[in-house]
Nanobody, 115 residues
């Protein structure tokens, strides 16, 4: 079974930056496509950034140009560099395979953007 542990969240002022990390263990084989998801209070979880095995990336429009997803396969670690943060980016951020493996959701990491 795939286990995922997210870290790196926190409180940051608008315009600030954070770097999230996600470490995978267990059934990490065949993790060709990985993504960062987020869930804001009262909203559904959404996929915001995707990275494919060849390194190609895709971003949801609201984060395009501000967020960068990357991966280090030697460390089984996924990253999300977030710059130019806005209050509307406030959410719990999760990583998972794409499509998501239902049994592998971690606890996520809270990102709060506020002055």
């Amino acid at each position: 079974q795939l286990q995922l542990v997210e870290s790196g969240g926190g409180l940051v002022q608008p315009g600030g930056s954070l770097r999230l990390s996600c470490t995978a263990s267990g059934s990490t084989r065949s993790l060709y496509v990985m993504g960062w998801f987020r869930q804001a209070p009262g909203k559904q979880r959404e996929l915001v950034a995707t990275i494919f095995s060849g390194g190609n990336t895709h971003y949801e429009d609201s984060v395009k140009g501000r967020f960068t997803i990357s991966r280090d396969n030697t460390k089984n670690t996924l990253y999300l560099q977030m710059n130019g943060l806005k209050p509307e980016d406030t959410a719990v951020y999760y990583c998972n395979a794409v499509p998501a493996r239902t049994s592998s959701w971690g606890q996520g990491t809270q990102v709060t953007v506020s002055s």
